[in-house]
């Protein structure tokens, strides 16, 4: 039986995947701007990041599809970042990325 793709949702993971990554990189860069952002809800933040990021995975070619056209629509580094991380090999947790790396390659690619 071939799975069903709700592509609103799958929408919406890949947006807030973006955003969320914005958050918590621009929360990493500058740790004393937001004094609310503790270390317990840091972790949640990634929690949900990692969800959305693996609500895309699940949807496979169309997860990708729909984040490459948020990409287009929408040429931000967060939006970089989602596609980044549906490449194979790419990394599957939050945790296990090599932050300057990332960065590096946002900058470049957004260039």
């Keep these: 039986m071939p799975k069903v793709v709700l592509r609103e949702i799958v929408r919406q993971h890949a947006e807030m995947a973006a955003f969320l990554w914005t958050v918590y990189d621009h929360h990493l860069l ?9 270390d ?12 959305h990021l693996d609500g895309l995975r699940i949807a496979g070619e169309a997860g990708r599809e729909i984040a490459e056209a948020l ?14 991380m549906l490449v194979n090999g790419a990394p ?8 300057p790396k990332v960065r590096a390659y946002l900058s470049k690619k957004g260039r």
């Design 71 to 84: 990409y287009a629509e929408y040429p931000e580094a967060g939006e970089l970042f989602v596609l980044r």
């Design 92 to 99: 599957k947790r939050i945790a296990e990325l090599d932050l």
């Design 40 to 51: 317990e809800r840091l972790e949640r933040l990634v929690e949900r990041l990692d969800a």
């Design 30 to 38: 500058n740790p004393n701007e937001n004094p609310d952002m503790d």
